[in-house]
């Protein structure tokens, strides 16, 4: 229940390790990534035509995938090259996936390479962007994708979820605005003349502000198809204009989020954020990388758990409340996605 | 397979803990228990009627269970008491269930919550008693709750399972006598000037007694629907009475086994001891509990193997001796009030 | 999808222990081994027709195998010698297994007792051979048994899987020769004039020989139903003949491979090396043992993740190159034996 006809990020470059390939589970598809000889990103079905090896138990020799099991060396093209003392013309060529390299993430469209089209891929006013920084990590939780994004699209969580960092109550008491642009769907709460919460006064501080001042925090939730979302947060000072206060005002930044189904139940989490203070502060990067890692950690155990009941009780409706509206607009967009695909698949079969 | 209108142990009193709500799944429901402001214990499904989340993941604040997710207040009847920037009349309500605390336990009926009598459930001589202490510990064990029945019903096991403690041949050699009272099942079998076995004796000489003399010593096994096994057993001096004689002649105790289904194939194993005598002293409540705890881990092994093989040779039939008679009545008793609440269900639905 | 009725490795001697029975799957049948009084090793069901526990959880006294939960007391026969307080004579007998000790280890035959033929053991030059000494041990391996026949019919992997220990890439430059006999295969290569790798250097140093000479190699695999796979394997000095060199110029060894399928899908993988060269070294024997067991590790995460990959893609063919050939006709041979047991089973049927 994703879609297949989309990008959606696979790894990250350091996990491609010289001369050891991974292996990955991406939207049920077993895929191998290794970087080939131009230093190029390939993607290919895990499987090694001859006798199923998985090739990602191989190893990459001088750009070329060597299967771990009788030496097979696999093509960027999934057509097999060379096999000791066999000739190879007629082998069964396995499955390519188009793969892309940007934002440093690597970027891996699941369903049909010639329908990839790079022009697709999103834009990131941080990406490669001296004013930013940015920094992340990576989990792997046992939910639904959706679960996911609504989480990430209805941030009253926070206060519960994360009392101990970046909860406080005015979220709860502030209403959120929801609305769709194409397909794209925004949500946002602006909360006027508070006191900042932990993680952000810790923010205000690296960044040279007074963090008992009161400020006008805003967030907002930017879902895009897959399943991207960014939301852009931050505090400004009281009355300067929050989300549009000059830099000199406000401690802002994007918290960065790809989420990439294994399976149906299962999710790749990118999270990350990306920042326009102090963005040559590695040791900022790393510490509000920790902070991240703890408050996702929450969300994990939450989602998890979520998912359980869920399939507990498949037949029972949630409700979908006003806070909720982002993720139900999200859902929508994704079934008609869903929809669209599988009416080709059968209009390609007929 | 379990009746359902009928009460079960849920969990002891100092299972909930001050503002932490508790998550167990009995008889095949996911429920959360938690004490309201009036102190009392309420159990709802285990299931927030907003989005899913576990309530179990939450907190109890001045009595009230607070979803951990988004703040939802659950009242104690299964209806939302608030949201933030909710309004919550027309939420659906989420299921109840019935609760006693008693004994020093408290008790959960799966079923109808309004067909829960609490009159229905069971009396014990030893519960508020002074002339009593009670101990004991839970354990989850991997089979079904009649195999548990079975076990409880049959001591001869213990001359194998438990040979170093409580099993010694003249059990085996001594043949027991079953017979129903309505409901009720009871198995007994009074072995006559015998050596005490250690644990015996080790109770003897806490009780004052010479754990050298000969003695008489019985076990009353006393089986009441759904799965609740109370066990008379002791030793009196031979020639004294057994079961029968006096205080001073016998040193005397009840098993008290209440085992709770999870759902088909896992139990919540509620084992303890009450004893009459020197029911003041703590360390030897803690040394019988120790004792004891060894035995059942004893059982747990046998048990969990035993529904592995009975999984593996679903069709084969076992044979019911006379020393599985009480098992046998007590599957009779509960096949019969399985049915009739089948039949109910049936007859509702038409 | 193995033959039941042929004969299998199912332990080795000492995992016998005296008075405690072992209980181990085999072929999908759940048994239990122990010895009688008499010493012979015995093959049972693995479950009391009692309750159903396994008796491998009870003992074994004066050679009587004793159900561990109620004392019921199993002949080597499948029948109920006895049980305390009980008349067992018409007591439902257990299946029994026909079983074998030979050659160091225990053998049993899954299918028909009544067809075991103890005539079709195999024989083994090093077994019982003074001139030979032989070491071993054994693995549980999560893939389907012919997967273990293609990787032991198929040492071109050894290059891959083994690069620092026997591979070595002359392996994959030396076509190899394969034909039947009867239901035996046979995969031979004979690598001339070469550098011994790491391990038969080692070899060649404990033998006295001079591990920097050029060497004549041989691998010799010879597959004998249902899953037995004995390898020739050595080096000579370069020009005397290769395997067929005289003793004092070679050292020489069999790779010992017995694969027992312990269900579909999983493997006991008993290993091990005879070897003709410095027979009483105890020493050199475990030497040997441990760089098995580390290479068998090897081998196995290949075969688990080839297994589970295979699982995912069930309907892709898998390629017979001229390496595969043994493992080819191996498998051909299986599904002969196999179909002419259903066909018998069919026939008994009608």
Known sequence: MFPMNAWYVACTPDELVEGRPLGRRICGERMVFYRNAQGEVCALEDFCPHRGAPLSLGRVCQGELVCGYHGLVMGCDGRTLSMPGQRVERFAPIRRFAVQERHGFVWVWPGDADRADAAQLPDFEWSGNPEWAHGGGMYHIACDYRLMIDNLMDLTHETYVHA???????????????????????????????????????????????????????????????????????????????FHAPLEAKTAATVVDFITPEADGSIW??????????????????????????????????????????????????????????????????DRLVAAERGEAAAAAA
């Not at 502000?209 to 925090?217: A, E, F, G, H, S």
């Not at 509000?288 to 969300?299: H, K, L, S």
């Open 269 to 334: 989490y990118f999270w990350g954020m990306a920042r326009r203070f102090r963005p040559g502060d590695a040791e900022l990067t790393a510490r509000i990388r920790e902070g991240q890692g703890r408050i996702f950690a929450e969300d994990r155990e939450m989602l998890e758990r979520q998912q359980l009941n869920l399939q507990t009780w498949p037949q029972r409706r949630l409700m979908t409340l006003n806070i909720d509206a982002g993720g139900a607009h999200a859902r929508r967009i994704l």
């Open 164 to 242: 101990t960092s970046i909860g406080q109550s005015e979220i709860d008491e502030t209403p959120c605005e929801t609305h769709r642009e194409g397909d794209r769907v925004i949500t946002q709460r602006h909360m006027a003349g508070i006191q900042a919460p932990p993680f952000w006064q810790m923010a205000m501080r690296m960044n040279g502000m007074d963090p008992d001042q009161p400020v006008d925090r805003w967030q907002i939730c930017r879902f895009s198809p897959p399943s991207h979302v960014m939301i852009d947060v931050g505090v400004a000072l009281a009355g300067r204009g929050g």
